[in-house]
Nanobody, 120 residues
Framework: QVQLVESGGGLVQAGGSLRLSCAAS????????MGWYRQAPGNQRELAAT???????NYADSVKGRFTISRDNAKNTVVLQMNSLKPEDTAVYYC??????????????WGQGTQVTVSS
């Protein structure tokens, strides 16, 4: 009933930029924290960036200064602007949101993931 859909992944050269977007839809009462996580082959899923409903942000050390997370509460979207991309940024990127639905049940939701590939 609640769904997160990502867009914006693709192939880019090192030093380039990509903009990932995630839109939440369905029976949503309120959205709390939102974030982006990534998983490279053979690695565990790791945090890239998170943002609270009030706009406070948190970044992994590996992306700090290069990535920017933002959100539009009116549109139920979260965006990850990725600049100065490196080959080690290559991974599947997953959108995450902590959501309370209209039945008052709160849980964490995940998108299907979008592939980001950075060539050297």
């Amino acid at each position: 009933q609640v769904q997160l859909v990502e867009s914006g992944g693709g192939l880019v050269q090192a030093g380039g930029s990509l903009r990932l977007s995630c839109a939440a839809s369905g029976s949503i009462f309120s959205i709390y924290d939102m974030g982006w996580y990534r998983q490279a082959p053979g690695n565990q899923r790791e945090l890239a960036a998170t943002i609270t409903s009030r706009g406070s942000t948190n970044y992994a050390d590996s992306v700090k200064g290069r990535f920017t997370i933002s959100r539009d509460n009116a549109k139920n979207t979260v965006v990850l602007q990725m600049n100065s991309l490196k080959p080690e940024d290559t991974a599947v990127y997953y959108c995450n949101a902590d959501i309370k639905d209209w039945a008052a049940y709160r849980q964490s939701y995940w998108g299907q993931g979008t592939q980001v590939t950075v060539s050297s």
